[in-house]
């Protein structure tokens, strides 16, 4: 079983839809979580971290339960500009390494 | 932007060759990782290292090693390229109590 896994997509959605993704996580000791956008051919920046209370940030709302060891991602009013792949990190041990899934593909169209 | 540069950009190399990636960013920022991400896949952890000493590392055979230097630069040696070594490589930097990773830009590696 892979440590993060994730739909990986695409999601077609048009401009101004609400989308969700999810993500699960198979190390219970996991510390810390976070969503990370990619943009094509760039690297990975930081989009939010993943508390247990839930946290919002303008139009991203991002949730972890831990007992089901279950992180979302929701956007809701999609924009063009959204359009990127998606990775869910878990951050796992005492160095506190980050592990990746391998990223949901989210496409928004006119 | 992030204070994180990889060189180079991109590279082609042999099957069997040995190739040394680079990495410098900012001050402050002690703690870096890299990154081997294929087409398709999210980043798999390589190693990382802590005040020039590596303090974790995934699963990827000796032949890639690294090095950290009092500078905060990084290397991340290959030797012995196989063609699956073809990927995008990242190095990520922490620093302090921040648990934000800080990417580069990558480094496009293509083995022939």
């Known amino acids: 079983r892979k440590e993060v896994e994730q739909d990986p997509g695409p999601f077609n959605v048009p401009e101004g839809a609400t989308v969700a993704f999810n993500c699960t996580y198979s190390n219970s000791a996991s510390q810390s979580f976070f969503w990370y956008r990619q943009d094509c051919r760039k690297e990975p920046k930081l989009l939010m971290s993943v508390y247990s209370s839930g946290n919002e940030d303008g139009r991203f709302t991002a949730q972890l339960n831990r007992a089901s060891q279950y992180i979302s991602l929701l956007i809701r009013d999609s924009k063009l500009s959204d359009s990127a792949t998606y990775l869910c990190v878990v951050m796992i041990g005492g160095y506190s390494t980050l592990t990746f899934g391998k990223g949901t593909m989210l496409l928004v169209s006119p | 932007e992030t204070g994180v540069t990889q060189s180079p950009t991109h590279l082609i190399k042999t099957r069997g060759q040995q190739v040394t990636l680079r990495c410098s960013s900012q001050?402050?920022?002690?703690?870096v990782s890299w990154y081997q991400q294929a087409l398709g896949q999210g980043p798999q952890f390589i190693f990382q290292y802590y005040r020039e000493e590596e303090n974790g590392r995934g699963n990827f055979p000796p032949r890639f090693s690294g090095l950290q230097f009092p500078n905060y630069s990084s290397e991340l040696n290959v030797n012995a390229l196989e063609l699956d070594d073809s990927a995008l490589y990242l190095c990520a930097i922490r620093g302090g109590a921040s648990t934000e990773a800080f990417f580069g830009q990558g480094t496009r590696l293509t083995v022939v």
């Open positions: 001050s402050g920022h002690n703690t």
